[in-house]
Every structure is written in structure tokens, then in C-alpha cells.
């Protein structure tokens, strides 16, 4: 396979869509393609090493997440030499659409995924419930999908009132129902808050031979976006690419919470409602003095003060 030799520095910011789409064509042009799917959907291809790392995502993601408005998997062809097939929506559309359906059943019949050694899928919310359920295509294939729904279907999900404007979209026909999709998957990793109510409750929709759930306890409901913000998301990827993210492996890249501030007020929240004030002074101490947080250097000298009082 050719080396890839996309200009990654080249920034796709502060464009419209349509720009975006005309950029990301002429740039892909020698190496890929790209390719619309129906109204909302499009399909770019770039083609590098023998892993091969499909991603679902939404243009507005990409707009939000990456400093130059570039596809995730973009970053894993710089940094590892992958190949990426890369989904992408316009806003959140659980990639419920005969045209993408269409798309990858093509690749299907034209052997597209036998060509690598390793295919991985990806996604996060709602392209996570799409990384599970386009899985079936590739058989063999791995998954990472985090915080995922396993389906809109009310009769399935009612007790999820996040998405009801999704209730009247099919998600009983074509690469449907996600936990089912992953029987042909080699592996599936699950990553979810287990105190976010509907996330876990879509996690253990997930539970059977063959996925393993790796929680990430007080984490919030942007679990992405804070694995991006703690610089880990990519060494996951990777990682389950290399088939190495193993519980353990997880835990040890999981320390990046530690320094994580978003994460550590949630835990200083929780502490507090729960009344564990021998935790939150513990808690206040060690952030105040590796962070400088002025936040919980206040609520350290609140306390002190409380207790010398």
C-alpha cells in the first residue's frame, strides 16, 4: 500500500460544510477518495499501512474536536501509518440510512476489508452505537465504541428520554440492533460512566461472550472529549488496534485522571453530597499541592480554617 502523503498540517477551519467536503476531496484525491452517502452522509477513504482504523463521526464533531477541523482517524494515519475509512454525519443520525447501508454492503461484496490485516471501528455516542452495528461487515474485525446506545428502538430503550425525536427512525432493519452486530467482531470494548443512568443502562445491553466494559467512574456524559482533553484517546485506539487494551493496560492510561480538573470537581461534588469530608480534605490537599487548583486550594482553606475553629 502507498505511503500516504496527505498535507496534515493543512488546516480545514472556519469553512462550510460544502468547503469542507471540496477540501477534503482534493486532498484525499491521490491516496483516496471521497465519496457522498445520500444527503447527510459522506465517506472518505485514505489508504496507507495494513491496519485499517474505520471511524464514524459528525462534521460538527470535527469541527469541534479537532484544532484543524481534521477526521480523528487522520491522526492515527500520521501517527501509526493506519489506513482510515472515515463516516461522517451531518449532526447526530445513528448512521440510520440506506444509503450508508448501501455503501457498506458494496464494500462487502468488493472484498474492501479482507485487503487488511486489521480492521478496527470506532466511534463515540452515536457513532459508537454505528461502530458497533457496521461491524458485522468485517468480520473478525475489532471494536471501540464508547459510551454507545444499543438502540433508539422504544420498545427496547424507552426508559431513554435523551433522543425521543430518534423514535420514529428505524432501528430495526439493517444493521439494527448493535449488541447483535457484534457477533462477528473479533473483540468489542465498551468504555462508559457507570453513574451515568442511560449510559449504563445501554452498556449492559452490551453484555455477552466476546465485549468487555471498561468503566470510567465519574467521568460525565463527554467521555470522548475528556479522553481527548487528558491526550489518551489516540493510545487507546492504538492500543486496542495492537489488541493490548487489556483491563490492566486501561487502568494504567486511566491515571490521567489524576490531573484531570473537570474530572476531579466532579469527584469533589460527589464527595461532598456524600458527606465524606475526611476524603474531601484528603482530596483538596493532594490537588492543591500538585495542581495549584485554586479551587480546591479555597476549599482546603475553608477546611482547615473549619477545623481550627
Given amino acids: 500500500m502507498p505511503d500516504a502523503a496527505i498535507s496534515f498540517e493543512h488546516s480545514l477551519g472556519n469553512m462550510t460544510r460544502q468547503e469542507w467536503i471540496s477540501e477534503v476531496t482534493d486532498l484525499v484525491d491521490d491516496h483516496g477518495y471521497l465519496t457522498p452517502l445520500g444527503r447527510k452522509h459522506i465517506a472518505t477513504f485514505v489508504e496507507d499501512g495494513t491496519t485499517l482504523l474505520v471511524t464514524f463521526e459528525t462534521h460538527q464533531g470535527i469541527q469541534t474536536l479537532s484544532e484543524q477541523a481534521h477526521p480523528l482517524g487522520w491522526d492515527m494515519v500520521k501517527r501509526a501509518g493506519w489506513s482510515h475509512l472515515g463516516v461522517i454525519s451531518n449532526g447526530d443520525t445513528w448512521f440510520r440510512d440506506p444509503a450508508v447501508y448501501a455503501f457498506f454492503d458494496r464494500l462487502v461484496d468488493d472484498g474492501f476489508f479482507d485487503e487488511f490485516d486489521t480492521v478496527l471501528f470506532y466511534g463515540a455516542g452515536p457513532c459508537g452505537y454505528a461502530a458497533a452495528a457496521y461491524s458485522v461487515a468485517a468480520p473478525g474485525a475489532k471494536v471501540l465504541a464508547i459510551q454507545p446506545q444499543a438502540t433508539l428502538d422504544p420498545r427496547v430503550t424507552e426508559w431513554d428520554k435523551r433522543f425521543t425525536e430518534m423514535r420514529r427512525v428505524n432501528f430495526t ?24 443512568t442511560e449510559d449504563a443502562m445501554h452498556a449492559a445491553l452490551f453484555t455477552k461472550a466476546g465485549v468487555t466494559k471498561l468503566p470510567m467512574r465519574n467521568m460525565g456524559r463527554i467521555l470522548q472529549t475528556s479522553l481527548l482533553q487528558m491526550d489518551v484517546l489516540h493510545a487507546l485506539i492504538l492500543a486496542t488496534g495492537e489488541g493490548d487494551l487489556t483491563p490492566g493496560r486501561f487502568a494504567k492510561l486511566m491515571r490521567a485522571r489524576r490531573d484531570h480538573l473537570p474530572y476531579l470537581r466532579r469527584l469533589l461534588a460527589k464527595l461532598d453530597q456524600q458527606g465524606r469530608h475526611t476524603l474531601v480534605h484528603a482530596l483538596c490537599r493532594n490537588v492543591a499541592e500538585r495542581l495549584q487548583a485554586p479551587r480546591f486550594i479555597k476549599r482546603l482553606q475553608q477546611l482547615t480554617e473549619a477545623e481550627d475553629g
Fill in 173 to 196: 432493519d439493517r444493521y439494527g440492533y448493535a449488541p447483535d452486530m457484534l457477533d462477528a467482531a473479533s473483540e468489542a470494548l465498551i468504555i462508559f460512566d457507570p453513574t451515568e
